[in-house]
């Protein structure tokens, strides 16, 4: 079983920056592709960045140049450092792990970004 710890999230104001980490237990960790999706009132939970276990990162298109995600393995930590923050990355950030058929989730924590 994998428990994940979402941590970092809060009220910054537009143009701010924080940065979210994502606490992993369990051995899998190194070895899984690890990710930030996030979900606004009233839409979809959507891919925010990605990251294999060997380092290969993707993002979705509203992020790319403003965010950046990294991972420690040592750490069994995700993070996603968020700058240049705008009002519509407003929404409840979740951690994921997956590897194969497993997929695991954080409880989430709330980005607000006020204009």
């Known amino acids: 079983q994998v428990q994940l710890v979402e941590s970092g999230g809060g009220l910054v104001q537009s143009g701010g920056s924080l940065r979210l980490s994502c606490a992993a237990s369990g051995r899998i960790f190194s070895i899984s592709v690890m990710g930030w999706y996030r979900q606004a009132p009233g839409k979809q939970r959507e891919l925010v960045a990605a990251i294999t276990s060997g380092g290969s990162r993707n993002y979705a298109d509203s992020v790319k140049g403003r965010f950046t995600i990294s991972r420690d393995n040592a750490r069994n930590t995700v993070y996603v450092q968020m700058n240049s923050l705008k009002p519509e990355d407003t929404a409840v950030y979740f951690c994921?792990?997956?590897?194969?058929?497993?997929?695991?989730w954080g409880q989430g924590t709330q980005v607000t970004v006020s204009s």
């Open positions: 994921n792990l997956r590897l194969g058929s497993l997929d695991y």
